[in-house]
């Protein structure tokens, strides 16, 4: 089974501080994806990877950037943590290819900014 | 832009019994894939069924099946015989065919269903 791991479960930062949140697969999937999950809003594309050292804007990147120096590796970075980048943030990976290929997800960081 | 829209935030349904879920979802493409995804209490999200646009016949797994209207844009999931390991937040999604697209996925704001014992 395809393996997706985010390296917190749980946390908590301050207002202002940099934040990293790591993702790391291991079943050699060209893409990787980082969304926010908020309620009454589903899920929000933040940015994807389609190849190392390759990004892509989703629909809400700003206040965001991502690192993926290497293929099983996908870093999401909140430059300046906000009170209103609280939220679950989910990474997910998928093959190469079109709209056919699901998506295998982590089991989400759940960030709280205070 | 694509978008879906699931408008029931709430959905609850007796042990044993069928529910059906609502989904639209708004497109000029032809061709495109549609998912539903389980989100259960632990938050791992599950790949519960999909189906291709272009396929007539509605996708059926298990217990899981769907209604697939295209000139309607509706994609509505049907669980039959619900069980209580049902509970959880199901969300619909939408993904292009083109492979440049990366796959990526838009997604319905969720329905959370309750099943009663």
């Known amino acids: 089974d395809v393996k997706v791991t985010q390296s917190s479960r749980y946390l908590v930062k301050r207002t202002g501080e940099k934040v990293f949140l790591e993702c790391v697969q291991d079943?050699?999937?060209?893409?990787m994806f980082w969304y926010r999950q908020d309620p009454g809003l589903g899920l929000r594309l933040i940015y994807f990877?389609?190849?190392?050292?390759?990004?892509e804007k989703g629909d809400i990147p700003e206040g965001y950037s991502v690192s993926r120096e290497k293929k099983e590796r996908f870093s999401l970075i909140l430059e300046s943590a906000s009170t209103n980048q609280t939220s679950m943030y989910l990474c997910a990976s998928s093959p190469l290819g079109g709209g056919n290929q699901p998506q295998h997800f982590g089991d989400g960081t759940r960030l709280s900014i205070l | 832009a694509q978008t879906v829209t699931q408008s029931q935030p709430e959905m609850s349904v007796q042990e044993a019994e069928t529910v059906t879920l609502s989904c639209t979802y708004d497109t000029s493409e032809s061709d495109y894939y549609l998912f539903w995804y389980k989100q259960p209490p632990s938050r791992q999200m599950i790949l519960v069924i999909r189906?291709?646009?272009?396929?007539?016949q509605n996708a059926t797994e298990n217990r899981f099946s769907v209604n697939f209207q295209k000139a309607a844009k509706s994609f509505s999931l049907k669980i039959s015989d619900s069980q209580l390991g049902d509970a959880a937040m199901y969300f619909c999604a939408y993904a292009p065919q083109r492979p440049t697209s990366g796959s990526r996925l838009t997604f319905g704001e969720g329905t959370q269903l309750t099943v009663n014992p």
């Open positions: 079943m050699d999937h060209e893409n």
């Open positions: 990877s389609y190849d190392v050292k390759m990004k």
């Open positions: 189906q291709e646009a272009y396929k007539q």
